[in-house]
């Protein structure tokens, strides 16, 4: 038989503990291993976000990952987008691959991108108890889209706004 070698034993990966024995093309493994261990190891957008207008927390009471998404949304575009928490690499990995993908973009855009989009977006192939923490941010994001926290951005007393609350991407 040519072509790619595929694992035939159990392997745990990096990525869970829990992870059921799985049979993928070693070099295929070893590219979603990198690149999800990437994503978790630099996060795009970790943190809290400059002038949010929108947020909301989601966390998975079986494992106890938590995400937290915050937007500042202005003139239904998503102008900048942040994500915090704590939880497995799976969980936060994706946080940061949705946000990376949702900066700039316009809401119909957004509330259309499905649960199934966002675990093509993830790439591997998870067992469905690890794609509860895949799709996480994806139930934070679809949730802090309807969660007002701000009335619009605020100014000083000189009618300036004040600093970090310009959104380059909504401009």
């Given at each position: 038989?040519?072509?790619?070698?595929?694992?035939?034993?159990?392997?745990?990966?990096?990525?869970?503990?829990?992870?059921?024995?799985?049979?993928?093309?070693?070099?295929?493994?070893?590219?979603?291993?990198?690149?999800?261990?990437?994503?978790y190891?630099?996060?795009?957008?970790?943190?809290?976000?400059?002038?949010?207008t929108?947020?909301?927390?989601?966390?998975?009471?079986?494992?106890?990952?938590?995400?937290?998404?915050?937007?500042?949304?202005?003139?239904?575009?998503?102008?900048?987008?942040?994500?915090?928490?704590?939880?497995?690499?799976?969980?936060?990995?994706?946080?940061?691959?949705?946000?990376?993908?949702?900066?700039?973009?316009?809401?119909?855009?957004?509330?259309?991108?499905?649960?199934?989009?966002?675990?093509?977006?993830?790439?591997?192939?998870?067992?469905?108890?690890?794609?509860?923490?895949?799709?996480?941010c994806?139930?934070?994001?679809?949730?802090?889209?309807?969660?007002?926290?701000?009335?619009?951005?605020?100014?000083?007393?000189?009618?300036?706004?004040?600093?970090?609350?310009?959104?380059?991407?909504?401009h």
């Amino acid at each position: 038989m040519t072509g790619v070698p595929f694992r035939t034993e159990p392997i745990l990966t990096v990525l869970s503990q829990h992870a059921l024995p799985v049979a993928m093309p070693l070099e295929e493994d070893e590219l979603y291993q990198e690149r999800i261990l990437d994503y978790y190891e630099e996060p795009y957008h970790r943190g809290a976000c400059p002038g949010a207008t929108h947020a909301h927390e989601e966390d998975n009471p079986l494992c106890g990952d938590v995400v937290r998404v915050e937007l500042a949304i202005d003139d239904g575009k998503i102008c900048d987008a942040y994500f915090s928490g704590d939880g497995c690499c799976i969980s936060q990995a994706s946080a940061s691959m949705l946000i990376e993908q949702i900066c700039g973009r316009r809401l119909d855009e957004v509330t259309a991108f499905t649960g199934a989009d966002m675990l093509r977006l993830f790439g591997a192939k998870l067992t469905p108890n690890r794609q509860k923490c895949c799709l996480l941010c994806w139930r934070a994001l679809q949730a802090a889209i309807y969660s007002p926290i701000a009335v619009g951005p605020v100014e000083t007393e000189s009618g300036e706004k004040p600093a970090g609350g310009s959104h380059d991407n909504c401009h």
